[in-house]
Structures are given as C-alpha cells and as structure tokens.
C-alpha cells in the first residue's frame, strides 16, 4: 500500500502497554489527519487510509481492537470497511463518523453491525469517551 494512502504512528519505544489499534477511514486528508492525531495523543495506535477500499483490504493484514470510518457521502461509501469487518469479526467495534447525517445511513449502519454514529466535528473527549465505551480493556489515559 502507498505510504500516502496508509499511515501508521509510530509506537512509544518504552512503552510497556499495548496500546489499543484503531484503523482510521477517512477520505478527507485534514479530517484524517487530525482524528489520527488527537487518538494518537490519547494512547491509540492508529493506522489511517485514505480510502475505503484500503480501509477494507488493511483489515485482512492486521488486526484491530476497533475502526473508525467516515461515512463518506449520503451514498455510505464507509458501509464498505464495516460490511468487511463484520465478515472478520461481528465483536469488533466499527464507529461511523460523519459531516452528512442521514437518517437512512444511520440505521442501515446500525443494522451492519455499527455500535455508534457520530457527527463531526467530534471533540476529544466525544471520540475517545466512545472508544473506551467500546473498548473497555484499553488501557487509555483519562
């Protein structure tokens, strides 16, 4: 995968914690990058695509403790990278964010399998108060 299209934050070298893996889906490069950003700072490992079918095929190489993928347009491009990982693991947490909410997205994200569905822009304290919701063995700072 082009280094432009898939990018990893490197770890803490001395840390003893697992920190949790999240892969980030978001088309938009300064959403991308902040969200990859701010869950980093907050003792994520993030993995962030720029597209979704990167976003789905990155699911078949690693292994996530959670995803956050942007709904993309009204058309639910994000449903692409939840429909997969519930092909890999119906438990694991897939959190779909969005600067389009729509009703019809919201529900048929919920009924792929989707435990929340957020509107951007999302503070700090929103997005990682979800993950810990859904990730309650991460050991995640306060």
């Not at 092909?87 to 989707?114: F, S």
Request: glycine share 6%; with cysteine; net charge negative.
């Amino acid at each position: 995968m082009p280094a432009t299209d898939f990018k990893q934050n490197p770890s803490s070298s001395g840390s003893a914690v697992r920190r949790p893996h999240i892969l980030l889906v978001d088309e938009a490069t300064t959403d991308r990058e902040h969200y990859r950003q701010l869950l980093h700072d907050n003792g994520f490992e993030v993995w962030a695509c720029s597209n979704y079918d990167d976003g789905a095929r990155c699911l078949d190489s690693k292994q996530f403790d959670g995803i956050v993928v942007d709904q993309g347009s009204p058309a639910f491009e994000g449903r692409r990278v939840l429909e997969h990982s519930v092909t890999i693991d119906r438990c694991l947490p897939v959190i779909v964010i969005t600067r389009y909410h729509d009703m019809g997205c919201y529900l048929e994200a919920m009924q792929l399998g989707a435990v929340d569905y957020l509107e951007k822009p999302l503070t700090a304290q929103a997005i990682i108060w979800v993950l810990k919701t859904h990730l309650p063995s991460a050991n995640l700072a306060a």
